[in-house]
């Protein structure tokens, strides 16, 4: 079961070393941030708790018709391969940074920082009709805790 949070974003940054990818709204493409908890794993033993939840972060390019589908899937696949997606299965795992401006006024927060991200597996970026709002996923990465203990800040707006 999962709990993921969806809004629209007025920009994303990712900090890969000491690179900065920025990705920001252009002509017929929104951006969604998800934001994921789900439970890292099943325990059969009935002795033994389950770990705390995973918490899993994803950024979708949201095109406005049909017309910016391939653009999207362009973006994507380019942003998934400087985070390293294309990289040998057992390969090192990047860490990256990302922070967002959070849209609109449906939220009490205007900005997410996640301080330390790893990419999970997936597909190459298609348009996912699955979707309420359909997109194309630009990555999911999964959250890891942070020398402060947390996974993710929000600021208040």
């Known amino acids: 079961m999962t709990t993921a949070t969806r809004t629209t974003v007025d920009w ?9 990818i ?14 994921d908890s789900v439970a890292d794993s099943l325990s059969f ?3 033994t708790p389950p770990g705390p939840p995973e918490v899993r972060v994803a950024v979708d390019l949201i095109p406005a018709d049909g017309s910016a589908v391939a653009q999207c899937e362009s973006w994507a696949a380019r942003v998934a391969t400087h985070l390293g997606a294309n990289a040998a299965p057992l390969g090192d795992l990047k860490e990256f940074s990302l922070e967002a401006a959070i849209s609109g006024g449906e939220h009490p927060y205007s900005r997410l920082v996640v301080p330390h991200l790893t990419l999970t597996p997936g597909p190459p970026p298609f348009l996912d009709k699955e ?3 359909p997109g194309v996923r630009v990555f999911t990465a999964k959250a890891h805790t942070g020398s402060d203990g947390s996974k993710y800040q929000l600021y208040r707006a």
């Open 131 to 133: 979707e309420s709002l």
């Open 12 to 20: 994303v940054r990712l900090t890969l070393g000491g690179a900065e």
């Open 45 to 47: 033993d009935l002795l």
């Open 22 to 35: 920025p990705l920001s709204p252009s002509p017929g493409i929104e951006l969604r941030l998800i934001l």
